[in-house]
């Protein structure tokens, strides 16, 4: 794929695309990053006054282009955050190859040399030669839609947006019959923080929800409103969350050594065997966690206590830092948790079931996060591609160093998944489609990547959570994960100097400059 000035569309200007953008660049090829929005940024464009960084911010930078002296919090606030990707984005002059107000419509896979059936068969992705090319539909503004011809695609157009996930209810039970408003938490986060404030002013709102939209957004409406309008919080399940205190010191985990407890496919006899060994730590580590987080929080008071470990959430790539004073706004009554395993809608706000508890409210805000797979199905024009997103209870389970599907040609997926070290990992994966596209390396045979990605799999159900539909090797192994990228690069993944530090010392963003 290394032969003449490659086309590449890079769908979505967040976080994922300007490193897209960045790394392609350097390599000599052309990129093109088409934005439906008017800037970068992402969802961290629009959202709620209160958002704030779930990680320390040493943990989520750029590898080479460090946070500005003038943030000096651990954890910086959205506007910080969106200064911060503009300030990338203007020092390596990404915003030029922009075309903002211009949204993907879909995109379709045409080759003059192979119909699907042979497709279907191909040994090698992309059968080897990458001959194909992308039509991509490009609405700009309210103009007719554009075709482009691409050689390749690589879609950032993020998990957490774009597609509400909005529960349905039997006639009669839901919305229609409320006398109040009705919203998603994506209406509510687009909303500038002076409407968002007007809007629950002095209302009984009830929000739905227990991930970190949901006790965000209840957390700053009970603050604003108080006891005399209290908010409710309206949940299935209940999850760990974490004090920022937490997160602060979990920087030091990032080390090798912590990886040894963890099985790995491939990983061969010694280190199945120091895994088996070690195991016992893990589980240690994990009750640890948990006894602290109950002796911290008031949880059994209020009983928050998940019915699952907190280590198996964690391999989910679920893990949430709590608002401040969240507690203490349950304390004082301007927030009300209340856990039900259904509900329905009334004339005057919910019923909780089964035993048919009524929440009075006036706004009902629905945080039940995005239909992430339907979203990323939807982009392609063809049922053909389409069946490979569907197929599994998780796309993201067959992607290729959670990135590429081996069935989808000349195209690559970034920022579908989640974890601490988000940024510099979706950097680093930048970094290896870069280096793909531009012929540095091959991938391997399509059964073989299949057969690896089925392995990843099996590992990580074995770890996470029953019933949770995503998991992710970055989260629980960073490192690991990058070496992996590294070799594929030809680059040495060792970055520390001495076998002590190699070990135990924290790697971070700036491990992975060169």
Request: charged content about 20%.
């Amino acid at each position: 794929m290394a032969e003449g000035k490659r086309r590449i569309a890079v769908v979505g200007a967040g976080m994922s695309g300007l490193l897209a953008c960045k790394h392609l660049s350097e390599m000599g090829l052309d990129p093109t990053v088409f934005e439906h929005s008017n800037s970068v940024g992402g969802v961290w464009s629009q959202t709620i006054e209160s958002t704030k960084l779930q990680t320390p911010k040493s943990l989520y930078q750029f590898s080479d282009f460090e946070w500005p002296d003038s943030v000096t919090e651990t954890f910086p606030d959205h506007t910080q955050v969106l200064d911060y990707f503009r300030s990338y984005a203007a020092r390596f002059d990404i915003e030029r190859r922009i075309k903002f107000n211009s949204r993907v419509v879909s995109i379709d896979y045409v080759s003059s040399q192979s119909s699907q059936d042979e497709m279907s068969t191909w040994d090698s992705w992309c059968g080897g030669d990458g001959a194909g090319k992308w039509n991509v539909h490009v609405q700009s503004g309210s103009s007719s839609v554009e075709v482009l011809e691409m050689d390749f695609v690589i879609l950032c157009i993020g998990r957490y947006s774009g597609l509400p996930n909005i529960p349905e209810f039997p006639i009669n039970q839901g919305p229609e019959i409320f006398d109040g408003r009705v919203m998603h938490s994506m209406d509510y986060s687009a909303m500038d923080d002076a409407a968002a404030a007007e809007l629950t002013k002095k209302k009984r709102v009830a929000v739905v929800g227990f991930q970190k939209s949901a006790v965000d957004i209840a957390a700053e409406i009970a603050s604003r409103n108080g006891a005399e309008n209290p908010c409710t919080l309206v949940f299935r399940t209940v999850h760990w969350t974490v004090p920022e205190v937490f997160m602060k010191h979990s920087v030091k985990s990032f080390n090798r050594f912590s990886e040894l407890m963890f099985h790995k496919p491939r990983q061969g006899f010694f280190l199945w065997l120091l895994a088996v060994l070690l195991s016992p730590l893990l589980w240690i580590q994990s009750r640890a966690v948990e006894f602290y987080l109950k002796w911290k929080l008031p949880l059994k008071k209020y009983d928050m206590v998940p019915d699952h470990g907190f280590f198996n959430q964690i391999f989910s790539c679920m893990f949430t830092i709590l608002p401040q004073h969240f507690y203490d706004r349950v304390a004082d009554g301007s927030l009300v948790l209340k856990k039900s395993r259904s509900f329905s809608f009334c004339q005057k706000g919910l019923i909780l079931n089964p035993d048919q508890t009524r929440i009075p409210a006036d706004i009902v805000i629905f945080a039940t996060g995005y239909k992430s797979t339907e979203k990323l199905k939807n982009i392609f024009g063809s049922s053909y591609f389409q069946q490979y997103i569907t197929t599994s209870t998780s796309p993201f389970y067959s992607l290729v160093r959670e990135t590429i599907h081996p069935r989808i040609p000349q195209l690559a997926i970034l920022g579908y998944t989640d974890s601490a070290s988000y940024l510099y990992t979706t950097e680093t994966r930048s970094k290896w489609v870069a280096h793909l596209v531009a012929g540095k390396f091959k991938l391997p045979a399509v059964r073989e990547m299949e057969e690896e990605a089925k392995e990843w799999e099996n590992c990580w159900r074995a770890y996470s959570k029953e019933g949770y539909k995503s998991s992710c090797t970055s989260v629980s192994l960073p490192i690991f994960f990058h070496d992996l990228l590294c070799r594929d690069m030809g680059l040495n993944p060792r970055r520390k100097k001495g076998p002590l530090r190699e070990l135990f010392e924290p790697y971070g963003p700036s491990d992975y400059r060169h």
